[in-house]
């Protein structure tokens, strides 16, 4: 079974997103959205993207020093 999507709100009115694995171990946040019916076009966006999606790694290399 894949990880889950868990919809809360946020305190502020809003909602937000998590994508939670299967051992409950959260791997990504979404941005906070105004209603519930944005939070779900949110996931569904990230649904679509993924598969496809690439690393773009930014970072410095591991044998040198930040």
Do not use: H, W
Request: aromatic share 6%; hydrophobic share 35%; with cysteine.
């Amino acid at each position: 079974m894949a990880g889950r999507f868990v919809i809360s709100e946020d305190g502020r009115g809003g909602y937000r997103f998590a994508l939670v694995a299967n051992n409950g171990q959260t791997l990504a946040v979404g941005e906070g959205y105004p209603n519930k019916v944005a939070c779900v076009n949110g996931i569904e966006t990230v649904r679509r993207n993924a598969p496809e999606a690439t690393i773009d790694d930014q970072s410095a290399p591991e044998d040198q020093e930040v």
